[in-house]
Every structure is written in structure tokens, then in C-alpha cells.
């Protein structure tokens, strides 16, 4: 069955620190999704990527970057000189193959950024 | 605004009542998925819909039930409440099969319920 671990339950970084949130994923497919979700204080989930299995090339979208490693099932998430603005919790989400069509997520990351 | 709505906000009942929560998804999307997020559960996967069809169950209770509406708008149906079914319950929609846009999920700013 499909999982996805994020191992790190909280994280605290002072601002313009960089930080690096972890996502481990176990499935038995081989094509497959991965997406991070970011929930604010104010409740919304908000996308941020989604990724395929065949898609490995790493992606940077401003202060935001994100590493798919299929050797290990890793699709980590790094802040880049991190914001008070950034302080919420993310998710990273795993679709796999096949009909099912719905979203496993992991517990999720509280990233905290002190001023 | 994402473009999914979800009514009410937030609800407040006491246990044993019935609530229905409320859905509307992104215009032209025709999957409608409900998910459940509570304290000690995280984000859980209730049921999905596709154009008024069931096509997924999840970790839904015998006491809870949806359906989706020719209008593609989905109702939460749940029943006998109790204290540990207060959670923040999302709405998400996404694209038709086959027209790339089925992984595009979506998500509505969720329902809080909150049984006492």
C-alpha cells in the first residue's frame, strides 16, 4: 500500500535561514504523482507542485525548490532565505497509478519562521 | 479564492445530530473528492466522485454518506455525531479523466465542524 513519511513533525528556522522539509514515499507503481500542499494558520491548502515519476529534473520556482530523488523515494522541499510569511504547515501528497484517483498525504511538516 | 466553494465555514452541533456540508467545485471540473483532517488522524481520504458517480471509499464511516448532484455539486452527509468527528473536512475537485487536468486537485477552504 501507498505511504508517505514526513519524518520531521516540526521545524523552527529564524528568517532568511534556509531550510529543508523531507517527504519519503513508498509505492509499488511505477507511474505515480507527488505534490506539496501548504497550509497556512488560516486553514486553506494551497498547491505548490505536482510532479510524475518519469518527470526527474528538479524544479525551482523562486525562494521554493524541490528535489525527486526515485533512488531513494524522496521528493524534499527547500525554502530558500525563508520568510515570517512562510511560517505553516506542508504536506506532501502521493497519487498513484492506476484508477484510484485520490490523494494519500503525509502528516505533515509545522514550519515555524521567527522574525 | 481556488474556485471551490465549501459551505458553512464552520458549524458547531451537539452529538447525535446530522449536518450536511456543502460543495461546489472548480467550473468544468467533475471530480469531487472529500477528505477529513483531524488532530490525530491527519488529512484522511473520505470518497471521491466523478460526474455523479462513486468511484472511491475511503476511511468513511458507516455514518457518514455523500452524493453528487447533476450540477456536479457534492454534499457531506453526517449522521449520529460524535465528539470525535469534530474535524476540519475539505472538498477538493479536479479535471475529467483523460483531459490532463484529472491531477490538477483543487481544494475548497474546508468546513470546521466541531461536535459538542
Known amino acids: 500500500a501507498q505511504k508517505v513519511t514526513q519524518a520531521q513533525t516540526e521545524i523552527s528556522v529564524v528568517e532568511k535561514e534556509d531550510v529543508t522539509l523531507d517527504c519519503v514515499y513508498e509505492?509499488?507503481?511505477?507511474?505515480?504523482?507527488l505534490f506539496w500542499y501548504k497550509q497556512p494558520p488560516s486553514g486553506e491548502l494551497v498547491f505548490l507542485i505536482r510532479?510524475?515519476?518519469?518527470?526527474?529534473q528538479n524544479e525551482i520556482s523562486g525562494r521554493y525548490s524541490w528535489n525527486f530523488q526515485k533512488s531513494t523515494s524522496s521528493f524534499n522541499f527547500t525554502i530558500t532565505a525563508s520568510q515570517v510569511v512562510d511560517s505553516a504547515v506542508y504536506f506532501c501528497?502521493?497519487?498513484?497509478?492506476?484508477?484510484?484517483?485520490?490523494?494519500?498525504f503525509g502528516s505533515g511538516t509545522q514550519l515555524t519562521v521567527l522574525p | 479564492d481556488s474556485g471551490v466553494t465549501q459551505t458553512p465555514k464552520h458549524l458547531i452541533t451537539a452529538t447525535g445530530q446530522r449536518v450536511t456540508l456543502r460543495c461546489s467545485p472548480r467550473?468544468?471540473?467533475?471530480?469531487v473528492y472529500w477528505y477529513q483532517q483531524s488532530l490525530d488522524q491527519g488529512l484522511q481520504f473520505l470518497i471521491h466522485y466523478y460526474n455523479g458517480e462513486e468511484r472511491a471509499k475511503g476511511n468513511i464511516l458507516e455514518r457518514f454518506s455523500a452524493q453528487q448532484f447533476p450540477d456536479l455539486h457534492s454534499e457531506l452527509n453526517l449522521s449520529s455525531l460524535e465528539l470525535g468527528d469534530s474535524a476540519l473536512y475539505f472538498c477538493?475537485?479536479?479535471?475529467?479523466f483523460g483531459t490532463g487536468a484529472e491531477y490538477g486537485y483543487t481544494f475548497g477552504s474546508g468546513t470546521r465542524l466541531t461536535v459538542v
Open positions: 509505492t509499488r507503481d511505477t507511474t505515480y504523482y
Open positions: 467550473s468544468g471540473d467533475l471530480s
Open positions: 501528497a502521493l497519487k498513484e497509478g492506476g484508477s484510484a484517483r485520490q490523494l494519500t
Open positions: 510532479r510524475n515519476s518519469f518527470d526527474e
Open positions: 477538493a475537485s479536479s479535471g475529467g
